[in-house]
């Protein structure tokens, strides 16, 4: 993964929404097609708070595909759920 998860120090300000690719599991799925089109910007208005992240909201990674929630339909929000790599 670049770059990596672990980047050496006990800090954990690059974890979350502030790593590109855990950025993209933790997107809320109704973002993601956002973040498939610019990630960077949608990176940074979930770092801001401009995208909200709530409880209702489910990640990405809850999807299959590859990248995470690459198969979500808006049309049949739940094909695909639960499928996801890590789960």
Not at 54 to 76: H, K, R
Request: charged residues 15%; glycine residues 8%; contains cysteine.
């Amino acid at each position: 993964i670049s770059p990596p998860i672990n980047n050496g120090t006990s800090s954990r300000s690059h974890l979350g929404v502030n790593h590109p690719i855990l950025a993209s599991f933790l997107c809320p799925i109704m973002a993601i097609k956002d973040y498939h089109q610019d990630p960077a910007e949608t990176q940074k208005k979930l770092a801001s708070g401009q995208i909200l992240m709530s409880t209702a909201d489910f990640p990405a990674y809850l999807w299959e595909g590859t990248p995470p929630g690459e198969s979500y339909n808006d049309d049949s929000m739940t094909d695909g759920l639960f499928k996801g790599y890590f789960l």
